[in-house]
């Protein structure tokens, strides 16, 4: 059947049926024109310091030209940035982009293993890391392509305030663990030598890759999405139009807890909002919810987004419903299904609805948006953002008709350029007419708002961080005493799923608390099985294949 848009009879009013990707030709453009207009406005915040876009424009060009200039990068040259939210990471950012450069947006919690492979996988010359995570990165470093190693701590452009922030860090709290990489460069010296060089005109167009984005995959292996600038400047000119119905230019306060190594608060904190000369308040550590809290009520802010847990998590710290809520006028909740209960209260709370959003890494993120003078949750992840069409195909990929169940399926501006080396996974996943298909089962109703109904893929989501259950498998069955392993997802009040390992023994003796212990060593937090099942059998299909469903449907909610 053709394809039908209803969701354009829906749209707001004042939001485009398309957007001009071609008023941009590279995130750097956009950054430009920014600085241009709001060159004295905050733009990022963080632990009480601020600096302004004309700073975030001198120092991102320093940085640039010390990548070009000192280090000799050439255009298309992959930077590995592993650091939570702090003023180094926009620095850092822009300035790799600036430079014609790709970032490599890296998990600060990773493992040695995770690590390892994601920097080999890239190709990444040089690592900017935090000092909390240097000690990861020395021990990865053997066998990749890594050149440079840049580190810094979190007080470092903090002022006199950040040589004590350092200290307690290390000495104090015993958040830095000793490390020792040789050549490494402070990130403050990396400026500094940076003014030496003149930052060369690069012409950056838009089919260069800006972003690594690295993401799970049915097999278990992290792979690159390669996000270009097309990419990256269609969401954000998508996005932009959306939110402006109720987002005024230049008069923006954000708060970003999500990391912004994490595609969500990437684009719609880091990127849009910069597009529009917000100030970005970063939140280092956002799991600290009485300190969070704290933060909050420094001063009024006007938008915040998060996931499902982030919400849940605010509304029951106590203080929060003191806080001013006067400017308040966007909440945008995505990564994961938010739940009615949660966006009720933060309704009632706040005063201002919780609306939901839909995206993938590999559409950049954003594909589908509820509007944003919602006046209450609907159930609904929206409609499809300008320029960007939806629809649900069936196994032998025909369009289904309206209320029919089958896979959501995109196509954009906004949609990857492909997985990076990896042809067959690319094809695997966007078809011969260039339609995305996301694993996720979906309807529509008649206004064109579309409606998760499942997802066919067995993944779990973890506070709306990706767990794909065979990687967990293949760690968990390296241990000798597991014969066979099955992961799957549970539900989980505060995470909205939690990890579950189904195993049967090799060896009678071994432990939940063994198999936890291993997990911890070998994945990143929030992959770690919180429940360890043993069984005798697990159930599987006549040609042997397990049947994750079947577990799921026998765990107890």
């Given amino acids: 059947m053709t394809l039908d848009r209803p969701w354009l009879s829906s749209y707001p009013a004042g ?54 200039g000192e280090l000799k990068l050439k255009k298309g040259d992959r930077v590995a940035i592993m650091m939570p939210n702090c003023l180094q990471y926009p620095i850092a950012t822009f300035g790799v982009l600036r430079a014609g450069l790709t970032v490599v947006n890296t998990n600060p919690m990773y493992t040695v293993r995770e690590l390892k492979h994601q920097l080999a996988d890239s190709g990444a010359s040089v690592v900017l890391v935090l000092d909390n995570f240097g000690n990861t990165v020395q021990q990865a470093l053997a066998g990749t392509q890594v050149k440079q190693v840049i580190t810094t701590g979190l007080g470092d452009l903090l002022g006199l305030k950040g040589t004590l922030v350092n200290f307690v860090l290390k000495y104090v709290k015993k958040m830095v663990p000793d490390y020792d990489i040789p050549g490494a460069v402070r990130f403050n010296d990396a400026l500094t030598l ?124 106590p203080g929060f ?15 994961m299904a938010v739940q009615r209960a949660v966006a009720e209260r933060w309704k009632k709370v706040t005063g201002v609805t919780l609306v939901e959003a839909y995206g993938l890494t590999e559409t950049s993120p954003a594909a589908c948006m509820n509007p944003m003078d919602l006046t209450d949750y609907n159930g609904s992840i929206g409609l499809p953002v300008p320029s960007t069409d939806a629809c649900v195909k069936d196994e032998e990929n025909r369009i289904l008709a309206t209320g029919e169940v089958g896979e959501l399926c995109i196509k954009g501006p906004q949609v990857m350029k492909g997985y990076w080396n990896r042809p067959e ?17 979906a309807r529509m109703d008649e206004k064109g708002f579309f409606y998760i109904v499942d997802r066919k893929k067995d993944m779990i989501l973890v506070s709306g961080f990706n767990v794909y259950p065979n990687e967990v498998e293949d760690v968990i069955a390296l241990m000798p005493g597991v014969l066979e392993v099955a992961a799957v997802g549970v539900p989980d009040e505060k995470s909205g799923e939690a990890v579950k ?8 003796n071994l432990t939940a608390d063994q198999v ?42």
Avoid: C
Wanted: hydrophobic letters at 40%; glycine letters at 8%.
């Fill in 516 to 557: 936890k212990a291993h997990a911890r060593e070998n994945l990143t937090g929030y992959k770690h099985p919180k429940y360890v099942e043993f069984r005798t059998e697990l159930p599987k299909t006549n040609v042997g294949k397990i049947l994750r469903r079947e577990l799921r449907e026998s765990s107890p909610s």
């Fill in 194 to 317: 940076g003014q030496r060089h003149a930052l060369p005109d690069i012409e950056i167009d838009h089919e260069d890759i800006a972003f690594l984005q690295y993401t799970g995959g049915t097999t278990g292996v992290a792979k690159g999405a390669m996000l270009t600038h097309r990419n990256l400047v269609a969401n954000m000119q998508q996005a932009s139009a959306w939110v402006s119905t109720v987002a005024k230019p230049g008069d923006e306060t954000i708060i970003t807890a999500l990391p912004l190594y994490h595609i969500f608060a990437l684009t719609a904190n880091g990127l849009v909002f910069m597009k529009l000369g917000g100030l970005n308040i970063l939140i280092t550590n956002p799991r600290d919810m009485p300190g969070f809290v704290k933060e909050l009520k420094r001063e009024p802010f006007t938008a915040i987004t998060g996931v499902n847990t982030l919400f849940n998590g605010l509304l029951n710290t």
């Fill in 15 to 68: 939001v485009p049926a398309e957007i001009d990707v071609n008023e941009f030709h590279s995130v750097p453009a956009v950054l430009q024109k920014t600085i241009e207009s709001y060159r004295d406005r905050p733009a990022f915040s963080s632990m009480g310091k601020r600096i302004t876009y004309a700073e975030l424009d001198a120092l991102s060009k320093r940085f640039a030209a010390y990548l070009l």
């Fill in 425 to 441: 996974e690319t094809a695997q996943v966007i078809d011969a007419d260039g339609w995305l298909h996301t694993g996720d089962m």
């Fill in 501 to 508: 390992v189904v195993i049967v023994k090799k060896d009678p």
């Fill in 321 to 335: 419903s003191d806080i001013d809520f006067s400017r308040l006028r966007l909440t945008l909740g995505g990564g």
